[in-house]
T-cell receptor, first 107, second 118 residues
């Protein structure tokens, strides 16, 4: 059983749609990260959360510590948002990664 | 601010050959991580350094993989000899501190090295 589960695994959306990616985890954590990985392998850190909600431009991340759940929302999606989005949590002095959600935004 | 640097970006070798990857973390970052990401999977932590000491290498296949960070700055990851299943992207990341209680533990990732073993 994976310590971090993401859903959906794959997601296709039309440009402009509101997108939600979910992450559930089973370990005690000190922080949760949302990462973006483009084809070619480079990873960019989008958010680091320990409580509540954060917003950067069209991206919003929320976390519910009691329910061990986080969501990443993309408003007004754009083809350049197409990437793999990975949820990672830090617990027991190590990181646990989800397998990622592959997002394709169609013009 | 310069990011995490890795080289080479791509490497193709035959099985049983040796290969080495290099990583230069962000200046001042005490913690350095090496991850292996097989196609279609999330990254898997291979080894974590705090300065020049190893914090966690429990998932490092020590019969063929080795890593060092001698001066607490840049690091090398070596595979000797390589197997077909080592084909993956090898990611290096760094963070300011690695203590679990610290809030300053955001990781910054390098571009990765894509290894193909034939």
């Amino acid at each position: 059983k994976n310590e971090v589960e993401q859903s959906p695994q794959n997601l296709t959306a039309q440009e402009g749609e509101f997108i939600t990616i979910n992450c559930s985890y089973s370990v005690g954590i000190s922080a949760l990260h949302w990462l973006q990985q483009h084809p070619g392998g480079g990873i960019v850190s989008l958010f680091m959360l320990s409580s509540g909600k954060k917003k950067h431009g069209r991206l919003i991340a929320t976390i519910n510590i009691q329910e061990k759940h986080s969501s990443l929302h993309i408003t007004a999606s754009h083809p350049r948002d197409s990437a793999v989005y990975i949820c990672a949590v830090r617990g027991d002095n190590q990181f646990y990664f989800g397998t990622g959600t592959s997002l394709t935004v169609i013009p | 601010e310069a990011g995490v640097a890795q080289s080479p970006r791509y490497k193709i070798i035959e099985k049983r050959q040796s290969v080495a990857f290099w990583c230069n973390p962000i200046s001042g970052h005490a913690t350095l991580y090496w991850y292996q990401q097989i196609l279609g999977q999330g990254p898997k932590l291979l080894i974590q350094f705090q300065n020049n000491g190893v914090v966690d290498d429990s998932q490092l296949p020590k019969d063929r993989f080795s890593a060092e960070r001698l001066k607490g700055v840049d690091s090398t990851l070596k595979i000797q000899p390589a197997k077909l299943e080592d084909s993956a992207v090898y990611l290096c990341a760094s963070s300011l501190v690695g203590r679990i209680s610290s809030s300053y533990n955001e990781q910054f990732f390098g571009p990765g090295t894509r290894l193909t073993v034939l």
